[in-house]
């Protein structure tokens, strides 16, 4: 059984990407995508999605989902984006590099009050 969808007709992602191929360099799945600008007239439905989406930092993997997309066509889209200044990514912080030892501590022995 398949699932009627928007991510059946291979025809539209080769309109989507132009043909091209994902871009590796700038994204990968955790990467977070954020919106500098307002969508402008021209732009895909796509590409409003992704601004009006990632007003708040989104990764890449839930952009795709959100859009169902496959996360190919996705950077592909989200990289013409980037290079036309409306989207910055960044790489994801890690939590423990945000946090020091004491607040860990401090976690650890709430936990064991548990």
Do not use: N, W
């Amino acid at each position: 059984m398949t699932r009627a969808g928007r991510d059946d007709d291979p025809d539209r992602f080769y309109t989507l990407t132009g043909g091209r191929t994902p871009v590796t360099e700038d994204f990968d799945l955790v990467t977070l995508v954020v919106s500098e600008s307002a969508p402008t007239a021209g732009m895909t439905s796509e590409q409003v999605a992704i601004l009006d989406m990632c007003r708040a930092p989104t990764a890449v993997v839930e952009i795709a989902a959100e859009l169902r997309l496959p996360v190919g066509v996705a950077t592909v889209v989200l990289s013409d984006l980037l290079h036309a200044g409306k989207i910055t990514v960044r790489p994801p912080l890690s939590a423990a590099m945000s946090l020091d030892a004491s607040t860990l501590e401090k976690v650890l022995v709430g936990l064991r009050k548990l």
